[in-house]
């Protein structure tokens, strides 16, 4: 049950980073641009979880699974600082 959990929040991140994606090419809003790279950073995420939980159970891989998310934030809180007017 947990594999399908997995895999579920990793397309739903996939899903929201593409709809972003074609949202920025029919509005070249950054925020939309920030907002899409955040979302493909939270799909790189799920998908680390899927393979630190599921593929290789022995090991332990949440130090790069939080890096991932980390880096996805920062660049989400970083594009919403610099877009504020």
């Given amino acids: 049950m ?3 959990i997995y895999t579920l929040c990793a397309i739903t991140s996939g899903f929201c980073a593409w ?3 074609r949202a920025y090419i029919g509005n070249r809003s950054k925020l939309l641009l920030w907002s899409a790279v955040c979302f493909a950073g939270l799909t790189f995420e799920n998908a680390a979880l899927w ?3 599921i593929v ?3 090991v332990d891989l949440s130090a790069v ?3 991932i998310g ?3 934030m920062t660049v989400l809180l970083i594009g919403m600082i610099w877009e504020a007017d």
Avoid: G, M, N, T
Wanted: charged share 15%; net charge positive; no cysteine.
């Fill in 2 to 4: 947990a594999a399908v």
């Fill in 19 to 21: 709809l972003l994606i």
């Fill in 51 to 53: 393979i630190d939980k």
């Fill in 56 to 58: 290789f159970p022995q």
């Fill in 65 to 67: 699974r939080l890096s």
């Fill in 70 to 72: 980390l880096f996805a």
